[in-house]
């Protein structure tokens, strides 16, 4: 018998006798991270497993699937697209040893795996860069440094005309509910956006002094709607909001971008250098490039936010700031000491907490310390028992 089926023997005897009702919630945290270890290791086991069976055709003895992809789903219960990433990403690790060890650790999962190594195959450079995003950051970020990696290693007039070729809008409907998605190029993907963002503002204001609590989603969906239905506030054409454009300066200079060069419109995706100076030419650009002011000397002694200090801390702070998390949604500036202490605001003493953060380090006694990487570590209030949720922690 091979380990990985001693493995699976002993993991199905614990799952068996595994009774959480009586564990306290610190064993419970504790077992859960271990079996999310194994689990990461268990998927790498499958993927490059799955892969040597491939290659074998070995996989036809035991299965009547028409395809590897169809064999790996029925057999761990999740769908082709799936199991046709897993066979992928193993494929890749061949000539990303890095990656392969990290994965082979547990310390890459195969989902993060799949994103470093799709990056990584088009620039090998970015490998390194891409591993440590994927240790420090959460998998939304990750993909986002995925996006920016192959756009910058990507022919900019190939790409658009691919994004203009794949432009759909799809939907389809189950129930009582329709669904869709929609694909183009980032460009006019952002104007767009932009049209929705005041609509989705007034909708989101509206109903939080209603007292509803859904989502920005609901809210952006219900100004889509608004501007279906060409209401007299929306039957003039919205008037320009600011354009927010990372470039880097020789990208602007040069007129296109270079591997490991960023040209995109933050929260949207990658654009053309040639976007950035359509936008730049009509005045509506608030262009950050790697070459600007040096905002860490940007000091106010009351509360108020310089606007170039607003732009750098949104530019570093993408996400939440907190280890792990990456909610990028109606974020929110903190000021680590609180300014009431400091009686400063700097670049340094900033940083974007997603909301349920910023309630827990301003309302609940949270404390945040700084991490090497940049990030902020999220502390209990002392004395809170480990397994208390937010509300009694905070009590």
């Known amino acids: 018998m091979f380990k990985i089926e001693e493995v699976r023997d002993l993991a199905r005897v614990a799952v068996a006798e595994l009774d959480p009702a009586r564990l ?4 419970a945290a504790r077992l859960a991270e271990a079996a999310a270890e194994g689990a990461k290791l268990l998927d790498a086991a499958t993927a490059l497993l799955a892969k040597r069976a491939a290659e074998t055709n070995a996989w036809r003895r035991t299965s009547h699937a028409a395809t590897p992809e169809q064999w790996l789903a029925e057999a761990t219960g999740r769908s082709e697209g799936a199991a046709r990433e897993a066979l992928t990403t ?5 000539s990303l040893p890095a990656t392969a060890e990290q994965l082979r650790s547990g310390a890459l999962s195969l989902a993060q795996a799949a994103q470093v190594s799709a990056a990584a195959m088009v620039d090998p450079g970015a490998e390194q860069h891409l591993l440590r995003t994927a240790k420090r950051s959460g998998m939304r970020e990750l993909r986002a440094e995925r996006e920016r ?15 203009r070729r794949d432009r759909h809008l799809r939907t389809w409907t189950q129930g ?31 109903a939080r ?17 608004t501007l279906s239905e060409g209401s007299p506030a929306t039957n003039t054409r919205p008037s320009p909001h600011a354009v927010r454009v990372r470039v880097d300066l020789r ?15 933050p929260g949207v995706g990658p654009v053309p250098v ?3 100076r359509e936008v730049l030419s009509h005045g509506l650009l608030q262009l950050v490039i790697t070459d600007g002011v040096d905002v860490q000397t940007v000091v106010s002694n009351t509360r108020h936010v310089p606007p170039a200090l607003k732009i750098a801390i949104a530019e570093r702070d993408h996400t939440c700031k907190i280890r792990g998390c990456d909610g990028d949604r109606m974020l929110e500036r903190h000021h680590t000491p609180p300014f009431e202490e ?21 309302h609940r006694r949270y404390r945040t310390t700084d991490n090497h990487d940049g990030t902020w570590a999220l502390h209990a209030p002392t004395g809170a028992p480990a397994n208390a949720p937010p509300d009694e922690a905070a009590a």
């Open 90 to 94: 193993a494929q890749r690790l061949e």
């Open 209 to 225: 002094r209603a007292g509803e609590r859904e989502s920005r989603d609901a809210y952006r969906f219900d100004a889509l709607v």
């Open 251 to 265: 990208a602007l200079l040069r007129g296109r971008s270079e591997s490991g060069e960023t040209c995109e419109i």
């Open 342 to 362: 400091s009686h400063r605001t700097t670049y340094r003493e900033l940083g974007n907490l997603c909301p349920k953060h910023h309630d827990l380090v301003t």
């Open 24 to 27: 306290d919630g610190r064993d």
């Open 176 to 206: 009582f509910a329709t669904h869709g998605s929609f694909s183009g190029p980032t460009a006019d993907v952002a104007k767009i956006l932009c049209a929705l963002e005041p609509l989705t503002n007034t909708r989101f204001d509206a």
């Open 274 to 276: 040639r976007h950035a």
């Open 149 to 163: 990696v192959i756009a910058a290693a990507t022919d900019e007039a190939e790409a658009h005309e691919r994004a």
